[in-house]
């Protein structure tokens, strides 16, 4: 099975992607599933710029998309940002919408930085460990279907952070989601970027395994066509070589 769990298309507002074209492209590609996964980014400093996609309008495109092309599996979903914090605004709207697929993800360190664009400078290891503590916070509380690009704030590194001091926490994250069945992703952006690895990288994965972790997902946090696709075959040998599990929706 080729799948992409992770796709943003011009309903989030940072994406110029279009389903329409995605779609015959995927297929060309042979992609057997693909999950759109629209950001749902509920905290005021995002809601202010941002907004909220129209739900209703992208259901209706999938749908559309879907009986227009049976080659493909399309799967309606959303990726709420800092859930954690925003989970009493959220969890109504996702028992309303019943999405098929779920993205928790964190974009913001406990002091209010911005971990998912370039960094002014490097996180100190307090805001490395706030990271960290809101993931953990972020698994434990929420309910949700794929941990979404865990390491995030290293995209735009050019080296690799001592993270040391977080093993402790990163192992309690993965311990949180084995118990509840929450797939890891393994997140291709980080290859397009200065840092250039996977992410969780392959220390962190060896670690998920010995834990009993076997639940992944591939995705490709797309936000054009060019990035669709790129470098697939890495997050692919990555599943062959530790024995992981598609996440089957």
Same mark, same amino acid.
């Given at each position: 099975?080729?799948?992409?769990?992770?796709?943003?298309?011009?309903?989030?507002?940072?994406?110029?992607?279009?389903?329409?074209?995605?779609?015959?492209?995927?297929?060309?590609?042979?992609?057997?599933?693909?999950?759109?996964?629209?950001?749902?980014?509920?905290? =005021?400093?995002?809601?202010?710029?941002?907004?909220? =996609?129209?739900?209703?309008?992208?259901?209706?495109?999938?749908?559309h998309l879907r009986k227009q092309y049976s080659e493909i599996k399309i799967i309606w979903g959303i990726e709420v940002g800092d859930f954690q914090d925003v989970k009493c605004q959220a969890d109504p709207l996702l028992s309303q919408m019943l999405f098929e697929l779920v993205l928790g993800s964190v974009h913001f360190t406990g002091d209010h930085i911005n971990v998912a664009? =370039?960094?002014?400078?490097?996180?100190?290891?307090?805001?490395?460990?706030? #990271? #960290?503590?809101?993931n953990l916070r972020l698994v434990q509380t929420c309910d949700f279907d794929v941990l979404a690009h865990l390491g995030v704030y290293k995209r735009y590194y050019t080296s690799i952070p001592d993270e040391k001091h977080c093993l402790p926490i990163i192992t309690d994250i993965f311990r949180a989601m084995i118990d509840k069945g929450i797939a890891l992703e393994l997140n291709l952006a980080c290859l397009r970027k200065p840092y250039k690895s996977l992410i969780p990288? =392959?220390?962190?994965?060896?670690?998920?395994?010995?834990?009993?972790g076997k639940l992944v997902t591939i995705g490709s946090d797309s936000h054009s066509?060019?990035?669709?696709?790129?470098? #697939?075959?890495?997050?692919?040998?990555?599943?062959i070589q #530790?024995?992981?599990?598609?996440?089957?929706?």
């Open positions: 099975m080729k799948q992409d769990y992770h796709l943003h298309t011009d309903f989030s507002a940072d994406s110029q992607l279009k389903l329409s074209e995605l779609i015959p492209h995927a297929i060309t590609l042979g992609y057997d599933e693909i999950a759109v996964t629209e950001h749902l980014d509920l905290l =005021p400093q995002e809601l202010s710029v941002f907004g909220v =996609p129209s739900l209703v309008k992208y259901k209706n495109l999938v749908d664009i =370039p960094l002014k400078k490097p996180l100190s290891k307090d805001e490395i460990s706030q #990271y #960290y503590d809101n990288e =392959p220390v962190y994965l060896e670690l998920y395994q010995k834990l009993g066509l060019e990035q669709f696709d790129f470098m #697939y075959e890495t997050a692919f040998s990555a599943i #530790y024995g992981f599990e598609h996440l089957k929706k």
